[in-house]
């Protein structure tokens, strides 16, 4: 059986969003990412010293605010 493939069709549609972490010397840096996938635009980043619902909802309204929802 094909697999059906669909892709966005407009701006802000589908988001994808990541968490990531590196190690520094002090412990670890946690970056947050929302991307749009239509335009293929980073909507909303940020950094931190943690991975609390603070700083990802942070990076939410950010791009929430970026992308003018």
């Given at each position: 059986?094909?697999?059906?493939?669909?892709?966005?069709?407009?701006?802000?549609?589908?988001?994808?969003?990541?968490?990531s972490y590196s190690?520094?010397?002090d412990g670890?840096v946690?970056?947050?990412?929302?991307?749009?996938f239509?335009?293929?635009?980073v909507?909303?980043?940020?950094?931190?010293?943690?991975?609390?619902?603070?700083?990802?909802?942070?990076?939410?309204?950010?791009?929430?605010?970026?992308?003018?929802?």
């Amino acid at each position: 059986m094909e697999e059906l493939q669909t892709y966005p069709m407009r701006v802000n549609q589908v988001w994808a969003s990541d968490i990531s972490y590196s190690p520094t010397g002090d412990g670890f840096v946690f970056l947050v990412v929302y991307l749009d996938f239509f335009t293929r635009k980073v909507a909303g980043f940020s950094t931190a010293d943690h991975m609390g619902i603070a700083l990802i909802l942070s990076v939410l309204e950010m791009a929430l605010g970026r992308q003018q929802l």
